[in-house]
């Protein structure tokens, strides 16, 4: 018998495969297509103190092997998060992860104490990490001290264990991934998109309103692989590993490289039954590599 | 309820300047609400996006639909290389279209510009098996773009402009506006968005619905990709053209 389940802090997990945040909305829509209780875990669509209309469209693009985005965070607000769109998540028997972003450290303190309150959320992502958004997001994931900082004010205000998400638009992933665990930190999760443009030739514009959107797909995986591959040698969190994402072989990349769960972004947007898909087909894809247990695999490429 | 499948293609052919009609075959057309909402296609299984494309028409109880599309780019130039007997992924049918149900008109107009004129011709057909009057007008950029005359016409009046005035009246949609004044008393658009907006203008005071194209990620509404603005004062703030549209009352969203 293959064992899929594993327990990481704040989640016990039926299986490693949970959807990205903000690739899933708040799960009603998918709930069409499947039992979202069959789900590791679910990542919800960023909260942020107030609601937030984010960027001018066109917010996508369609690049080689991926896609940019920049919707900047669109969000009805922490507390409509709250009563709305959380009752309908406890419905189902799978762990919900909030993602938590904010322009100031007083913003993701509020957020986190907020969200963190409701029975529904077992952990948070701090996603100080978003591409999109002129202010807060990625500053503080490019910065050592600011991600401490906020990482460590989270985790004082929060009533769940705290994954924080890494960006990987800086030159050292090692570092921030060690300030953020000396802050505190129960987890991490990485990599959020990377920033990038594609212009229209024929308006000789870019094509994102916004300019610059995030890059995701698999045309980042390699990028993901490599940071998680070096963060494991140096940091002893556990990492939620996401960013390309398509099959379980890709899966399996990522739990070698030292993931101990993976989140599949932009995957939903190709094939709306992704993450089921995966699921289904994952027992037998770790048979296939000789692993009957998910944590025997966590880190395989280390020893 | 939305479902993906392989839809086998059972036709294809070329009919104006880069315009092609496809015909597809599946379980899916048993699921089309109402005219106006899309298909969602993954044309090349190596796209990272699928493309938004509306029925224009469909037959469920042989579980046909048709689509009508223009080469654009990437995705259209590979779709419009596919023959008959090829399978195409497809996810749908997306979206609310016109509320025709729950619509009192008795004498419709229906505006479309370009590749804008698809969704509406399947409209056309339903508003006339209800008993409503259809008039159409149909603008394209000059007359090799021009198709679907012929068909609008066996379900009404069909006026035509172009922009270079190759074929039908010289000019834009707009031009002939005037001219109908008091044949309509409800008004059904698809086009561009200067289109959309200045055919708003025109024809503001009727009761008017209109089908909106922005880029789309997931096409489900769950990723935020595809939002337009509601006016000031509006609850929510703004609608996801996948979810809530693509088609709006006029007024409901910011052009
Ligand atoms: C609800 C809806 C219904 C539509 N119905 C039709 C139809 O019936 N017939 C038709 O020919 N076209 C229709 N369109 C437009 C059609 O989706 C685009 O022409 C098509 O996606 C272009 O793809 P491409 O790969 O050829 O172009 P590329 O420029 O190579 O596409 C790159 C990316 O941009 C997106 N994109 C580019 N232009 C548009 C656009 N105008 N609207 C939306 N996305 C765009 C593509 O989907 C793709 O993700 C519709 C759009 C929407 C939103
Ligand atoms: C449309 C879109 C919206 C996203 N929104 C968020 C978000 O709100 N918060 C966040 O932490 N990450 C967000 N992300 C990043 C994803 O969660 C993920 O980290 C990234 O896309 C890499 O995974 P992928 O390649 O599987 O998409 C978003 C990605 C996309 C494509
Ligand atoms: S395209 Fe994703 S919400 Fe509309």
Redesign the interface.
């Known amino acids: 018998m293959t064992k899929l389940n594993l327990s990481l802090p704040g989640l016990d997990l039926k299986n490693p495969i949970m959807p990205a945040s903000?690739?899933?909305?708040f799960g009603k829509?998918?709930s069409?297509?499947y039992d979202l209780s069959e789900l590791g875990a679910i990542i919800i669509?960023a909260a942020t103190g107030e609601?937030r209309?984010?960027n001018p469209?066109?917010?996508?693009?369609?690049?080689s092997?991926?896609?940019l985005?920049a919707?900047g965070l669109?969000n009805?607000g922490v507390d409509r998060i709250i009563s709305d769109e959380l009752p309908y998540l406890s419905n189902y028997d799978t762990p919900v992860i909030a993602n938590v972003a904010g322009s100031t450290v007083e913003e993701y303190v509020e957020v986190a104490e907020k969200i963190s309150q409701s029975s529904t959320i077992k952990a948070l992502e701090l996603n100080i990490s978003c591409p999109n958004v002129k202010e807060g997001g990625v500053q503080f994931g490019t910065d050592a001290a600011l991600a401490a900082e906020v990482t460590r004010q989270v985790k004082q205000a929060s009533e769940v264990p705290v994954y924080v998400k890494l960006s990987p638009n800086v030159t050292d992933i090692v570092g921030m991934a060690k300030a953020v665990e000396k802050a505190g930190a129960d987890g991490l999760s990485m990599i959020n998109t990377l920033t990038g443009m594609r212009l229209d030739l024929q308006r000789r514009k870019p094509i994102i309103a916004n300019q610059t959107g995030g890059l995701s797909?698999p045309a980042i995986k390699p990028i993901a692989i490599r940071m998680i591959y070096q963060v494991y040698q140096e940091v002893d969190l556990p990492i939620i590993g996401m960013g390309g994402i398509e099959t379980v072989d890709d899966i399996i990349e990522f739990l070698f490289a030292g993931a101990s769960a993976v989140a599949v972004g932009?995957a939903?947007?190709?094939?709306?039954?992704i993450c089921k898909e995966l699921i289904d087909q994952f027992p037998e894809a770790m048979e296939r590599y000789g692993f009957d247990q998910v944590e025997e695999m966590i880190g395989g490429a280390h020893r | 309820m939305m479902i993906r499948e392989e839809m086998e293609i059972i036709s294809h052919e070329r009919i104006a300047e880069d315009t092609y009609r496809m015909v597809l075959l599946g379980d899916l057309p048993a699921e089309i609400k109402q005219p106006g909402q899309f298909v969602h296609i993954l044309i090349d299984q190596s796209d990272s996006l699928r493309r938004p494309i509306s029925i224009a028409d469909a037959d469920p109880a042989k579980g046909t639909l048709t689509i009508l599309y223009k080469i654009l780019g990437k995705g259209t130039a590979a779709l419009s290389k596919m023959q008959s007997g090829d399978h195409l992924d497809v996810l749908g049918p997306g979206g609310n279209g016109f509320l025709i149900d729950s619509i009192s008109a008795e004498r419709a107009l229906l505006v479309g510009g370009g590749i804008g004129v698809p969704p509406l011709y399947y409209l056309a057909r339903q508003l006339k098996e209800k008993g409503i009057e259809v008039t159409t007008v149909l603008g394209f950029q000059h007359e090799a773009s021009v198709f679907f005359e012929e068909e609008f016409r066996e379900l009404g009046e069909v006026f035509v402009t172009t922009n270079d005035g190759s074929y039908g009246n010289k000019g834009f949609v707009t031009d002939i506006l005037p001219d109908l004044d008091g044949r309509f008393d409800t008004y059904f658009s698809c086009g561009p968005a200067v289109m959309l907006k200045a055919v708003s203008e025109k024809l503001d005071g009727y009761e008017g619905y209109l089908s909106i194209e922005e880029r789309l990620g997931c096409g489900v509404g769950a990723c935020f990709a595809c939002v337009v603005q509601a006016p000031e004062g509006d609850a929510k703030g703004y609608r996801k053209i996948c979810h809530d549209g693509p088609v709006f009352r006029t007024g409901e969203v910011i052009l």
């Open positions: 903000g690739c899933f909305g829509e998918f069409e297509f669509k609601t209309y984010g469209t066109p917010r996508v693009a369609e690049t092997a991926g896609m985005n919707i669109q009805p797909g932009s939903n947007f190709k094939n709306p039954f």
